[in-house]
């Protein structure tokens, strides 16, 4: 979030964050932190910080709203490169009030959000230095518009950016875009879990091809052609026999993230375990693309394995206990936990095994 002092940015940067369960990293607030506990005025620390900040909350598979006035090219680029580090994309977004007359009276008679914060006059704010811009963005102009409208048209353009994102399956010549998408979406993982030996990230081209030839794949496709989430799974007749292949494809918006675990080694018996009898599909590695996460394209992933298998009497994955993320969202589209248990197979992790049916 980028622009001048009262153009409304700040009331866009805290709607979207509530919107998107994002992290929301308010420079005005950082900077008069440091006056106030560090005793000297900021100059460059406040964003210097606010990069720290947000590459936490990425790293923790967290959206980040970063309000800043954001006026240089070279902020901008710092700002890009922190996402760019952390597997995320970066949306720019510029604010401005067109109307001249109105910018002048919210600049005069607004109050401070942020205790013990002076504002800028007018004469400051018309004299500050804003570079022109000239990377992709998106703009919203707030003159004469309440911040619910303001925000209705962002999140319109923001959402627009996904609404092209197709399902279908993925074949051998996917693999390589995959498993580049997979390393990069399961880096969160291996932080959360303080392990960076965990196989999604030691998985080798080999490794994925083979995967390709017991298992199904699908893709999430962006308008650009980029593949931005993707889910395998492997349908089993109650007799232990391989089930059907996959059967198309199906258009799909928005989206969403959960990252979990292939088929685990460790078996047990009981009405809702793995080994019981009856047709049913193991679902693994399902992973979106970091800067797509929030917006239920997981959800639409897991929905295309099921009408892809519709004869199946469930559906069964493995997840890391402690990701609580995933686990939430699974539940939110109908599996359970059945148990819990360490697997050596997957790097003795605790694991839980969820089930729907």
Same mark, same amino acid.
């Not at 720019?92 to 914060?117: M, N, P, Q, Y």
């Not at 002076?118 to 000239?134: D, N």
């Not at 959360?192 to 893709?219: C, S, V, Y």
């Given at each position: 979030?980028?622009?001048? %002092?009262?153009t409304?940015?700040?009331?866009? $940067?805290?709607? &979207? !964050?509530? =919107?998107?369960? @994002? *992290?929301? +990293? ?15 005025? %900021? ?6 910080? $606010?990069y720290? &900040? !947000?590459? =936490?909350?990425? @790293? *923790?598979? +967290? ?69 022109p ?55 969160t993982?291996a ?9 999604p ?76 009898s ?20 997981g ?13 199946a ?22 599996y ?22």
């Amino acid at each position: 979030m980028s622009g001048l %002092p009262a153009t409304g940015k700040s009331s866009l $940067a805290r709607l &979207l !964050a509530v =919107e998107y369960g @994002a *992290a929301w +990293l308010r420079i005005d607030t950082i900077e008069q932190a440091m006056r106030v506990l560090c005793g000297f005025d %900021p100059q460059g620390e406040g964003y210097r910080m $606010a990069y720290r &900040l !947000a590459a =936490e909350n990425l @790293a *923790a598979g +967290l959206n980040v709203v970063a309000d800043s006035c954001n006026p240089w090219d070279v902020t901008r680029r710092e700002w890009r490169e922190v996402a760019a580090r952390n597997g995320a994309r970066a949306i720019d977004i510029k604010v401005v009030c067109s109307c001249r007359d109105e910018h002048r009276r919210r600049v005069e008679t607004r109050a401070s959000e942020v205790a013990g914060l002076k504002l800028p006059g007018w004469a400051e704010v018309e004299a500050r230095e804003y570079h022109p811009w000239t990377d992709e963005h998106i703009t919203i102009d707030t003159a004469g518009r309440s911040p619910a409208g303001s925000f209705a048209e962002l999140n319109e353009k923001i959402k627009m950016r996904d609404r092209d994102i197709m399902i279908c399956v993925a074949g051998e010549k996917d693999a390589a875009e995959i498993l580049d998408l997979q390393k990069r979406a399961f880096v969160t993982e291996a932080q959360a879990h303080g392990n960076w030996d965990i196989e999604p990230l030691r998985q080798t081209l080999d490794g994925i091809l083979a995967d390709f030839a017991t298992h199904t794949f699908l893709k999430a496709v962006d308008g650009n052609g980029a593949i931005v989430g993707s889910v395998k799974y492997r349908a089993v007749n109650g007799d232990g026999n391989e089930g059907g292949q996959g059967r198309g494809s199906v258009e799909g918006s928005d989206s969403n993230s959960g990252l979990n675990s292939d088929e685990g080694s460790n078996s047990s018996s009981g009405s809702d375990s793995g080994s019981d009898s009856g047709s049913r599909v193991w679902v693994g590695k399902l992973i979106v693309d970091i800067a797509c996460r929030g917006r239920g394209l997981g959800r639409r992933l897991l929905a295309e394995v099921e009408a892809q298998n519709p004869e199946a009497e469930r559906f069964q994955l493995f997840t890391a206990a402690s990701s609580d993320h995933n686990i939430r969202l699974y539940e939110s589209v109908g599996y359970r936990l059945v148990r819990e248990f360490r697997d050596a197979a997957q790097d003795g992790f605790a694991m839980v095994e969820m089930i729907k049916r």
